[in-house]
């Protein structure tokens, strides 16, 4: 087995113990949350006192602790999360839905980000101490400290009339081609998915532009240029191959934060999202849907750092030692 | 202490810093300087600016101007109280995992890595959802999950301290370790912390606003971020009343703005390789060696 | 050097690109084509388009009548299922699926004669035994399964189909508002339902609506053509449907998770019609001259609730009737509607609806002025004199109460409570406002009954019959409906009685009685009967009141969209 | 795609001796951001013929890395240079990067500091020794690979060095590897920046005697920098010594270690350890001068034990192979 791959298992068993930790913390926290789950799942106030019991049953609030937690894991093995009490559908059917429509959006943003924010980052770490620097800077700085709902909002009133600012697609598009299906689809993602890129592109170009200034200080960089490179070629193959290492360390950890601002971007845009399925779930006191959810997205962040762990092995030889 | 001085001297840090402070400085005389009630209304609703509400006023009439100082009140209280609890707990551990190393440090990190892997803005939704939405709560709720980053820098730094053989010169005259980190350790520590504050302060104010637009602040007090969720309830941009909304967002903005700055700053100083570039667009200038160049 | 600075640009955009062509396809092919049918498909001369509905805040949580609760899910199966009777926007009972109906002279058994010829979406005969499985379903599972329909059940023994066109309904005691609870109790296909409803009925629930996993199954005049809860449902006209036809092809219902999205899309003309709109945005929408704005209803009763309870033990002075008067009179109603409502809202007097006036009421109750001084005089009268902070005494306990105000409504709740908070200061009450979830209100008088609240503050949605909004108050409903813990013998006597009196002016007269006590007792302190703010699109004319199939009016009848249709 | 090699100067045009480095009244001054200008490099005149091997001596700020920077056009935006630096013919600092890229790794290549960190962490080895020749048009990728088998062998390494990481060679393996990369598109001449720091005395040696052995091979002119002088005892058949940005003595290694004719170079030597000697260490008083303030006449009087008047003027180099700037040997010379 080589090194990496011994790195790699290494992640991948701390990634399975952290969700497990992940997994009880969450049934610790939500069975900690008030009101008897009987008084929410019966949702009718009359209900009888001996149905409620059976509802108890059914869930299995009657049951022990320990034997809640056993049934718990036994149910979530099978990939089981129960019960949404808002449609009574599975909660994973909910989640999975949602979540589809959030990872579309949100990649899009995403990429947007990386890509500009990488761009500006380099050139900015590359012209450093210029006015193009310091505008760049000063930019990324500021749209990073403004707060994303805001951003939503102004986005919504000033693109409002020219692109869709609400759903993911026009409902009412019938018999429509896949080339018009499309550019639907494409206008109601610009908005959300700009302003998830706003969101996000201010640290990328921050981090970038000074993981790429300490980079391009590096010995190796001199290398590079004494070896006759074009500055292109010492900036991107040389300086940033190396730079680009806390950026995927940087995209892959603030996954948790992107879906966090994400709540606030589909609530904006009424984009039928996980983060507005949250935001339903915490109005409606849906539990076993928010634990799904947070399961869900804890997890995920939790295989991200480890997809980051793997991309970091593979992109600097170095991480395995 | 040299390192605080050495901050001072950066414009960036003075700059942030100056911002801060000047909200929090509305923000502790925000009683005196509220002109109108913010429980009553004082205008028409969503009136526009003008000289007896320079801000104008929201869809109930209240005055924007008061409204934004007695939300600087919340926010920054929100802010500052949640960055103490995470400089707290994150300072602890920090210099605890630094100063002990070894099984101390293992635990520490361990607990750290975990709770940074947890998407904070979910949990604390959760949380606060959880506790009830009153101030306290959500101080409570932010600082519990903002804690992470500061311990990992308390720690590194706490590192170098140890390399630099404070502890050990210390420790060899019979110190004991509370004294070592009450002397040793914390003074040079006590910078880095307070820039650390200033940074979470930010944080906890962005995450007020966030958990307040989602309807879970309290609802008792104004803060920036009810106030913007109040414009949307009331749907202030589309009935064109800006000054509804754009105040608290930038106060917001100015006052992460401003910890940014701080944060930066603070990054340059402690990390000098910035700054020496082997390749740049420009490349060395030509110059004539003068008669002087030759004495 | 500049061409491959240009090529690198290039590199970039293109992957950009790629990227979003990649994954908007992988979209765009999931969810473009499941849609096989259109409205248009078979547009006839009269056929008018697809009727486009926004509302903010809350949408459907379930189109299973079994698992649904909220208004608008009800709206929806009227629209998409039989009822025996529906009613008039005059709150007089019409016929629907029932043609005609008649009561034995006991008033324990109910004939109705159905209609004939009907038939579901999938072709099949819609006929009594669907009726009968129905309610007999409902009825055996009303604790379980079907609890949530089992409040329009009640009183109700059994359902047998006679023939295909005559249904017995027999109840346990005879009941005046058989019909009005009857009428919102969509009647379900058998064949579809009774494989789902075999033993404790657990799999009645499991049943998702959607026509993408599984056949929809309803009568018309309209059945789900696209199920999307958390964004947009479309409804296509069912042209097989027994009663008159709307000229719509169709209806799509869309959720806006803000105001500010819905109002944009309203004037972008990505929808038709937005209600539930916050009042306040009422001036801006004035000014759109091809936008009509109008307030709806005045149907929906904002309510302050005292807990005056025996439970709870640490406000006992709550019973005193001065105490409630006091607030009563405290309360500066017609500044709440000017600021708050934006004029959308009238005062309100009790809980029942001025539109029971002159059906089941003989007249309105009069709405309390605005008295401090007579309020203050009360309290003092009651020897509750003011501490120091201005907050008042009573038997040593200071009058602070807690106001628990719902999340979901926070918009207005949360403004109304602000102003209740200053006018109860001025009688030296204190309120401090607690954030609580919709259903808290309910769930916190469960458990333990009547201890942890003070106040709170709730809009009711009220039936066309007064059976209901009298009910809450009974004895009956404590621990349930009955939010304010008022326990009154004589009230719950008369109470039965309305119920089962059969002749409409006696039924009257008790209902004016009931109406008293509670107005004399102060149970209720209603604010304003509120007003659904609802835009459209001046292309359309005929639409509803109400705008759209919600709350109050919109699930009266199922006629509410036959008028609809596009002028311009 | 070797570029038009400038116009030599006809001082070198007419001489027999073919000089494949010729610095001429080289001056760098860097630039601070506050005005402040530091004067690293004040005047270096060298000439190195091809073949030849010569070692840069100095303390550490003396100006010699900048100077061999200075010779490939490889200082900083915010320095500023004067005079010339004319490689293998070309005009290197004429036209700033532009001249200067046509002579990097083609004319000359450098072994630079620091094996450590000299070459890319995320690369293979093989493919930083041979991506240069790719990159110059010199080879086919496929050649480049042959070629970097070669240079790998020629240095002393295993073929398979090539799919290795740097961070898995050890520090003498990897300076090897940098050296044959250095060596990858035939440079004339090839600067080696203090090449031995880091490593242990063993592998110090057999580097230096690998460059050594490299320069006369492949007919490489070699211009080594270093504070240490065994290395340059070991490898340079010329040695210049620098202080303060300046030459100050330039000649035979031998004639230079053992007859030292500057006092600042006879301190040094009587400051460094010499395994085979034993005797007192000496450290040269006091500090060198600060090279943000002018510095006018000897730069070394301040801490020149037989400074007298004649100091406050700069001393030129005198002598025949063997120079020196020292007003001290002006004064001994026979009038």
Redesign the interface.
């Known amino acids: 087995m080589s090194k990496r791959q011994k790195f790699i298992l290494r992640r991948a068993g701390s990634a399975l113990v ?1 969700a497990f ?2 997994i009880t ?1 969450s049934f610790v ?1 939500f069975r ?5 789950a009987a ?2 799942l ?7 006192k ?2 409620q019991a ?1 509802l108890r049953a ?1 869930f299995g609030i009657d049951k022990p602790l320990t034997t809640q937690y056993l049934l718990y894991l036994k149910e979530l093995a099978r990939g089981d999360l129960g ?1 949404s009490f ?4 599975p909660v994973l059917d909910n989640v999975l839905r ?1 979540i ?2 959030t990872v ?1 959006m949100v ?2 943003g995403t ?2 980000a990386i ?1 500009v924010g990488t ?1 500006i980052g380099v050139t900015a ?5 210029s006015a193009r620097d310091r505008v760049i800077t000063g930019a990324a ?2 749209i ?7 951003v939503g ?1 102004l986005l ?2 000033w693109f ?2 020219w692109l ?9 598009l ?3 081609g ?1 080339l018009e ?2 550019v639907d ?2 206008r109601h ?1 610009i908005l959300p998915a700009t302003c998830v890129a706003l969101m996000l592109f201010g640290s990328f170009a ?1 981090v970038v532009r ?1 993981s790429q ?2 980079a ?21 193959r ?2 940033f ?2 730079a680009m290492l806390p950026l995927v360390t940087l995209s892959t ?1 603030t ?3 992107v ?3 994400t ?2 971007v ?5 984009w ?1 999202g996980i983060g ?5 779930a ?4 849906d539990y076993p849907l ?1 634990q799904g ?2 399961l869900l ?2 997890i995920s ?2 295989g991200f ?1 480890f997809l980051g762990d793997v991309l970091h092995s593979v ?4 991480v395995a ?1 | 202490m040299r390192l605080a001085r050495a901050l001072l001297h950066r414009p960036t840090i003075v700059a942030g810093i100056v911002i801060v402070m000047l909200f929090t400085v509305v923000a502790l005389l925000a009683p005196v300087l509220e002109p109108y009630s913010v429980k009553s209304a004082s205008g028409e609703p969503f009136a526009p600016p003008s000289a007896t509400h320079w801000l104008g006023t929201d869809d109930a009439g209240v005055d924007m101007l008061s409204l934004v100082i007695a939300g600087a009140q919340n926010s920054m209280l929100v802010g500052f109280a949640a960055a103490f609890v995470a400089v707290l707990i994150g300072g602890t551990l920090g210099i605890f995992a630094g100063y002990k190393g070894n099984w101390g440090e293992t635990t520490v990190t361990g607990v750290t890595d975990f709770f940074l892997v947890i998407p904070a803005l979910p949990l604390m939704i959760v949380l606060a959802a959880l506790f009830g939405q009153t101030i306290y709560h959500i101080v409570l709720v932010i600082g519990l999950l903002s804690w992470m980053s500061v311990t990992y820098v308390v720690r590194a730094q706490v590192h170098t301290l140890k390399e630099r053989g404070f502890v050990g010169r210390a420790r060899s005259l019979g110190a004991g370790d509370f004294f070592i980190v009450r002397r040793h350790i914390l003074p040079h520590v006590a910078p880095l912390l307070v820039a650390q504050t200033v940074l979470t302060v930010a944080s906890a104010v962005f995450f007020e606003a966030a958990l307040a637009f989602i309807g879970l602040g309290d609802p008792a007090r104004v803060s920036w971020g009810t106030i913007i969720e109040n414009a949307f309830l009331h749907s202030a941009v589309s009935a064109g009343a800006w000054w509804a909304i754009v105040p608290p967002g930038i106060c917001i903005a100015l006052v992460v703005l401003g910890s940014f700055l701080v944060g930066q700053g603070v990054e340059e100083a402690m990390n000098p390789r910035l700054g020496s570039a082997h390749v740049s667009p420009k490349s060395f200038s030509l110059r004539r060696a003068t008669a002087k160049d030759e004495a | 050097m500049k061409s491959s600075r240009k090529a690198g640009r290039r590199m970039v955009v293109f992957t950009v690109l790629a990227a979003l062509v990649l994954i908007l396809a992988a979209t765009a092919g999931c969810g473009g084509s499941s849609t096989e049918t259109s409205g248009s498909s078979d547009s006839s001369g009269g056929d008018q388009p697809v009727y486009r509905l926004g509302t903010v805040g809350m949408g459907y949580d379930s189109l299973n009548p079994f698992v649904g609760m909220y208004a608008q899910d009800y709206a929806a199966w009227m629209l998409m299922y039989p009822n025996l009777v529906q009613y008039s926007n005059e709150l007089q009972p019409q016929p629907d699926f029932a043609e005609s109906w008649s009561t034995s002279e006991d008033g324990l058994t109910w004939t109705f004669t159905l209609t004939s010829g009907a038939a579901w979406t999938d072709g099949k005969p819609i006929t009594a035994s669907d009726a009968a499985f129905t309610i007999n379903t409902v009825v055996k599972l009303q604790t379980g399964a079907a609890a949530a329909l089992s409040p329009f059940v009640p009183g109700i023994e059994t359902a047998t189909a006679v023939d295909d066109t005559t249904l017995e309904v027999k109840l346990a005691a005879p009941s005046a508002a058989l019909l009005a609870n009857l009428f919102q109790l969509p009647i379900l296909p058998e064949h579809f339902w009774a494989e789902y409803a075999k033993g404790d009925g657990a799999k009645l629930k499991t049943v998702t609506m959607d026509p993408a996993k599984e056949t929809v199954v309803a009568s018309g005049p309209f059945t789900i053509e696209k199920l999307d809860i958390k964004g947009t449902t479309i409804f296509k006209r069912v042209d097989t449907f027994y009663g008159p036809k709307p000229m719509i092809t169709g209806y799509g219902f869309q959720l806006f998770t803000n105001a500010d999205a819905a109002i944009q899309a309203l004037k972008a003309g990505e929808i038709d019609c937005v209600y539930q709109l916050p009042p306040t945005s009422s001036d801006t929408l004035k000014t759109d001259a091809n936008l009509q704005i109008e307030g709806f209803g005045g149907s929906m009763p904002e309510t302050l609730l005292v807990n005056d309870s025996e439970n709870n033990k640490k406000h006992p002075e709550l019973q005193e009737l001065g105490v409630r008067q006091a607030i009563d009179l405290a309360i500066d109603r017609t500044a709440m509607i000017d600021t708050v409502y934006n004029g959308f809202a009238v005062p309100g007097g009790s809980l029942l609806l001025p539109l029971y006036v002159p059906q089941f009421l003989s007249a309105d109750v009069p709405v309390t002025g605005r008295d401090v001084a007579k309020a203050n005089q009360l309290l003092d009268d009651l020897g509750y004199a003011k501490g120091s902070d201005g907050i008042r005494v009573a038997d040593g306990v200071e009058m602070q109460y807690t106001l628990l105000v719902g999340a979901m409504n926070r918009a207005i709740d949360s403004r109304i409570a602000d102003m209740l908070t200053q006018n109860l200061a001025e009688v030296g009450i204190g309120v401090e406002q607690k954030l609580v979830d919709n259903q808290v209100p309910l769930i916190m008088t469960q458990p333990k009954a009547y201890t942890d609240f003070d106040m709170t503050l709730i809009m009711w949605g009220l039936t066309p019959d007064p059976d209901w909004s009298t009910l809450i108050s009974t004895s009956t409903m404590l621990g349930a409906y009955n939010l304010t813990g008022y326990s009154n013998p004589e009230y719950d006597k008369l109470w039965g009685q309305q119920t089962s009196e059969m002749d409409a002016a006696k039924r009257t007269a008790i209902i004016d009685q009931l109406s008293a006590k509670l107005v004399q007792d102060v149970v209720f302190h209603p604010i304003a009967y509120t007003q659904m703010v609802t835009s459209w699109n001046k292309k359309w004319q005929g639409v509803p009141e109400g705008g759209a199939p919600f709350g109050y009016y919109s699930y009266l009848n199922k006629m509410q969209f036959n008028a609809l249709e596009v002028t311009q | 795609m070797k570029t038009v090699a400038a116009q030599p100067p006809e001082a070198i045009a007419g001489e027999t001796t073919h000089s494949v480095l010729e610095v001429a009244g080289l001056h760098v001054w860097f630039d601070a951001p506050d005005g402040r200008s530091a004067h690293a490099v004040r005047g270096v005149d060298l000439t190195v013929a091809a073949g030849e091997r010569v070692g840069v001596l100095g303390e550490s700020g003396c100006g010699k890395t900048t100077m061999i920077l200075a010779a490939m056009g490889l200082l900083p935006s915010f320095a500023s240079v004067g005079g010339s630096v004319f490689l293998d013919g070309i005009d290197v600092l004429a036209r700033g990067e532009q001249s200067a890229r046509a002579v990097r790794w083609t004319h000359a290549a450098m072994v630079f500091q620091g094996a450590m960190s000299a070459m890319n962490p995320v690369y293979r080895v093989g493919k930083q020794i041979a991506d240069p020749m790719v990159v110059h048009g010199q080879r086919s990728r496929a050649q480049a690979r042959q070629r970097t088998a070669e240079l790998l062998e020629l240095v002393g390494l295993p073929t398979s060095t090539a799919r290795r990481y740097p961070h898995e060679l050890s520090g003498g393996m990897r300076q090897r590897a940098v050296i044959a990369m250095a060596l990858a598109c035939e440079p004339r001449v090839l600067f080696a920046d203090e090449p031995t720091t880091a490593l242990d005395v063993v592998v110090q040696a057999q580097i230096g005697d690998l460059l050594a052995e490299l320069a006369d091979t492949l007919g490489l002119a070699l211009v080594m920098v270093t504070h240490d002088i065994g290395m340059i005892a070991e490898t340079s058949a010329r040695a210049v010594v620098m202080y303060a940005g300046v030459v100050v003595e330039d000649g035979p290694t031998f004639d230079v270690l053992t007859a030292p004719r500057h006092p600042y170079t006879r301190l040094l030597l009587e400051a460094t350890p010499v395994v085979n000697r034993n005797r007192p260490l000496v450290s040269i008083p006091g500090t060198p001068p600060r090279l943000d303030e002018p510095i006018s006449g000897c730069a070394f009087a301040a801490r020149c034990p037989q400074a007298f008047d004649a100091c406050a003027v700069r001393p030129r180099l005198t002598g025949d192979s063997h120079v020196a700037a020292c007003h001290a040997l002006e004064q001994e010379r026979p009038a």
């Open positions: 952290i930790i992940t913390f926290l900690a949350l008030p009101g008897d008084s929410n019966s949702r009718v106030p009359n209900m009888p001996e149905a059976a059914q019960v808002q449609d009574q559908q949602t589809r429509n579309v990649g899009i990429v947007v890509l761009l770490a590359y012209r450093q101490g700085m500021v990073y400290s403004l707060p994303v709902q805001w909002l919504l009133v409002a009339g869709p600012t609400s759903g993911m697609s026009d409902p009412y019938f018999d429509a896949f299906t499309f689809r494409a993602m921050l000074s200034l300490e391009l200080g590096d010995d190796h960089v001199l290398t590079a240029r004494a070896k006759g490179y074009r500055n292109r070629r010492v900036v991107w040389e300086a191959r190396s950890l996954l948790g934060w879906i966090a601002g709540i606030l589909e609530s904006v845009f009424t039928p507005q399925a949250t935001v339903q915490v109005a409606a006191r928010l959810i947070f997205v804890t962040v939790v750092n992109l600097d030889p170095r030692e």
